[in-house]
């Protein structure tokens, strides 16, 4: 992705959704997948529109929202969608219509559904065999080691728990050991130890020169996962770069809050004199307000209520949902 | 070979699928009628075999259970989306298209032809060129009706409705009624193949139109080589949402 490399904290942009950009400077490696001025749109529905980015070797992260067109974008870059306006380029090849590039390309789809009456080593060997693969069994067994499933890998796939079905699809997407490997939400059903190794494994594969292209709808996933981030929200492209400073960004929002309390005139006519706070409104059992200043708010707040002799009994968040967080970084 | 597990795994699918339960209860159906006949009835029991042929087997078994397993073949693939673990391969739409519809054709002909070699031994063991005759037309008319159901469970996600509208509407209702439709139907060239190839013409109902045996097998062929070419063109080509 854009941004590779020792400066990519300062070079990160939040932009505004049609202009979001990339911001190179770091004279890094050929872009593996390319989006050049994408769109694409179901009858009056748009899924993703005007979206441009790059993305090179390394563990990259497509985050936002669920709908944002996070699943979209993965099908265009494997060629399952066609775009509806655009282009888009991975390994410098057209994607659509070009079988071939598969023999490069990984997968691991979103959805849960598995041949249910193959084993995960029958599977993962079948993928090796529509690869031609010299070996479809021995590398059936090296795949499956490095997700961790040889000890599962003669029980049928119908009985797999959500995690183990992931863990055989990353498996069966890393058969052929691929140049890009892309995951569409890989973490989902998998328990706090296999994240750590799953992230592990795709640093390790990212290590080894392959580009690896994962799409979340959580935080802190993506956060231990790398530190480039593409953000996508409503189908556009809202922010691009290292994550520390997005995630930085996130913080720094405005936030709305109850507070709970008694008197809270009290406490709200101390807060009116508060930088950073607006939006005060008295409402049942307490007071609500925005603020730009969590941090001065959280220190003033308990001085405030001690002054007018009030007990404060809760600070609740008002739009902590992941979905108000990206919005803020389209407004 | 590239297209042998991709055929082990298609028909792997089709016989743990649940389709089974209704191709078996056709069938069963076929068979039970045959039995009953040949039972309880005294008549020309070679004659019944043949109206149980040209009125149950050709207008319904055959295309009812080529539509529950070739339109599942790929159908439930889409639906499921397990399909990118087969498009998203370096192979051409052909070999995915050749064994899903080779696995197809497979079930439905051994679904179709036991209870017809069961129901000629209950009924018409005599006349022993019934049985050929029986099994080409509607192996020809199977493998036919499975390249076109394949098809239709890629393009359409209502394919076993659809599919059965257009057995009861167009094949059975319209084709019978109009000549000019019939000849736009798989049922009237595989009854054509039956006709041409049976020797006891005595047993067919008078009048009954049909095209000559060569021009009805070579028509049958061609409708199975397009309908599958063009499944493989359109495999790459739908897109999944």
């Known amino acids: ?331 | 070979m590239r297209m042998t597990p991709i055929f082990r795994v298609s028909l792997q699918a089709l016989l743990t699928g649940r389709r089974w339960l209704l191709v078996l209860a056709l069938a069963a159906l076929y068979v039970a009628l045959a039995l009953i006949l040949a039972t309880t009835t005294s008549g020309d029991h070679a004659q019944q075999y043949v109206s149980l042929f040209l009125d149950l087997v050709l207008p319904f078994m055959v295309p009812f259970i080529a539509l529950l397993f070739a339109s599942d073949a790929l159908g439930a693939e889409v639906e499921d989306r397990t399909i990118v673990f087969l498009t998203l391969r370096p192979l051409p739409a052909w070999e995915i298209v050749l064994p899903k519809f080779a696995a197809a054709a497979l079930v439905t002909l051994a679904a179709t032809w036991t209870p017809l070699v069961i129901g000629f031994l209950l009924l018409a063991a005599g006349e022993a060129g019934l049985l050929p005759a029986a099994l080409a037309a509607s192996g020809l008319g199977a493998v036919a009706y499975c390249a076109i159901f394949l098809l239709l469970g890629l393009i359409q996600r209502r394919a076993l409705l659809i599919g059965a509208i257009y057995i009861l509407l167009w094949e059975g209702a319209i084709a019978a009624l109009s000549t000019g439709a019939a000849h736009l139907s798989v049922r009237f060239y595989a009854l054509g193949v039956f006709v041409g190839m049976m020797n006891r013409k005595d047993l067919l109902p008078s009048g009954l139109a049909s095209p000559a045996a060569e021009g009805a097998a070579l028509f049958l062929a061609v409708v199975t080589v397009a309908a599958a070419a063009q499944t493989a063109y359109r495999l790459r080509r739908v897109q999944l949402q």
């Open chain 1, 1 to 331: 992705m854009s941004g590779e490399g020792g400066t990519v904290a300062e070079n990160a942009t939040i932009a505004a959704p049609a202009q979001a950009q990339r911001v190179d400077g770091s004279g890094a490696a050929a872009p593996t997948i390319v989006l050049r001025d994408v769109s694409k749109w179901y009858g009056d529905k748009v899924a993703l529109s005007g979206v441009n980015f790059e993305v090179r070797p390394g563990v990259s992260a497509l985050l936002g929202p669920n709908g944002a067109g996070k699943s979209t974008a993965l099908k265009l870059i494997t060629g399952q969608l066609r775009p509806s306006r655009g282009e888009v380029r991975v390994l410098d090849q057209p994607v659509v219509n070009n079988p071939r590039l598969y023999r490069r390309i990984g997968l691991v789809p979103e959805q849960e559904a598995l041949y249910p009456f193959m084993t995960a080593r029958e599977f993962v060997e079948f993928a090796g065999r529509l690869h031609s693969l010299p070996d479809p069994r021995a590398a059936a067994e090296t795949a499956l080691g490095h997700v961790k499933m040889l000890e599962a890998a003669d029980r049928r796939l119908g009985g797999f728990s959500k995690g183990m079905r992931q863990r055989v699809k990353i498996a069966q997407a890393l058969v052929h050991e691929p140049e890009l490997l892309i995951l569409d939400e890989p973490l989902t059903g998998a328990d706090p130890r296999q994240r750590v190794e799953l992230i592990e494994l795709f640093h390790d594969l990212a290590a080894r020169g392959a580009t690896v292209f994962i799409s979340s709808h959580v935080l802190n996933e993506v956060e231990r996962m790398g530190s480039n981030v593409l953000v996508l929200v409503d189908g556009k492209l809202a922010a691009e770069g290292d994550f520390r400073r997005i995630r930085d960004l996130m913080n720094d929002r405005p936030r709305r809050l109850r507070v709970l309390c008694d008197q809270p005139r009290d406490i709200a006519a101390r807060l009116v004199h508060l930088p950073g706070t607006c939006e005060l409104k008295l409402v049942d059992g307490g007071l609500e307000l925005q603020t730009d200043d969590a941090r001065t708010l959280a220190l003033a707040l308990p001085r405030m209520a001690q002054a007018a002799a009030a007990h404060l009994y809760a600070v609740e968040p008002l739009d902590e949902g992941l979905e108000s967080v990206f919005r803020y970084l389209v407004q």
